[in-house]
């Protein structure tokens, strides 16, 4: 009976001498897996948890089964079982990935957004254009080539919203100052329209972007007019010959010289078109 009564003591020893170790292995693989660093960003007042935690509460992160965790240099997205790494150098979160990283890319910088101060979901529509190649936002950058997309975005600063007063899809004179809007034609958008005079030497420099395809090969008018709409000077610029050095848009720039200041007086007007 005694001997009996040994055995079961001792098996009941070993029993919690095993069921302690395993647990003990189990719970310092759980803490070793699930501890993260909390890593802060200087000039910001949110962390790289922060951005983390806005994109994980996401009806996309819910729907695509996201998770995410954070090291000290680095943003780790799995979506669908997919892998998303966004790497973090101080200033900018980078990632180079395929078509499937649009989204994530999309609502990533949606959550920084927020953090900067735009109310929920503010920011998607800017994200949407801009993934779509119809706008360029300073702070936000992608390429493309074959095969593989590469995304950045500035988190130290607070993006510009895209906002325009107006569209309109025919050849319209504007006042110079006039630049706040989008002109469609031909399947194309121009947007992010500036004009500069420069005073000193006689020229004007018109910037914009063209987006809405994925060739250029429309031809790009500016005319440019006095107070009583009489035509001053013209210049165009055939697109094709301009490159989108990877970007989903093109930008550029016409640069318009005048010979005298009186000429580069009367303008007080403009208007752009596409053919």
């Known amino acids: 009976m005694q001997d009996i009564n040994k055995k079961i003591v001792l098996f009941t020893v070993v029993m919690v001498i095993l069921i302690g170790t395993v647990t003990f292995i189990l719970v310092n693989r759980y803490v070793r897996e699930n501890s993260e660093p909390l890593v802060g960003i200087d000039e910001v007042n949110f962390t790289l948890n922060d951005i983390r935690n806005k994109f994980t509460a996401t009806d996309y ?32 979160l980078k990632i180079t990935t395929d078509e499937s990283g649009k989204d994530i890319f999309k609502y990533l910088v949606n959550g920084i957004e927020e953090l900067h101060g735009y109310n929920d979901g503010e920011y998607l529509e800017t994200v949407d254009k801009f993934i779509n190649g119809e706008i360029a936002v300073t702070g936000l950058n992608y390429k493309k ?22 569209k309109i899809n025919n050849e319209t004179i504007k006042n110079i100052t006039d630049v706040n809007y989008e002109y469609s034609a031909l399947g194309y958008t121009i947007s992010n329209l500036e004009l500069v005079k420069n005073d000193e030497r006689y020229f004007l420099v018109f910037s914009a972007v ?19 709409n009489v035509l001053v000077t013209s210049q165009s610029l055939d697109l094709s010959t301009k490159d989108t050095y990877g970007n989903p848009y093109l930008g550029f720039v016409v640069t ?6 009186e000429t580069y007086n009367r303008i007080t007007k403009y208007s752009i078109s596409l053919s």
């Open 61 to 92: 992160a819910e729907s695509n089964n996201c998770s995410g965790r954070v090291s000290e240099n680095a943003i780790d997205i799995t979506c669908n079982k997919k892998n998303y790494n966004f790497e973090f150098n101080g200033v900018e």
């Open 145 to 166: 080539t074959d095969d593989e997309i590469s995304f950045s975005i500035n988190v130290l600063d607070k993006l510009e919203k895209y906002e325009v007063n107006d």
């Open 256 to 261: 318009t010289r005048l010979d005298n200041p």
């Open 210 to 228: 063209a987006g809405g395809k994925e060739t250029y090969d429309a031809t790009f008018t500016i005319k440019y007019y006095d107070d009583n």
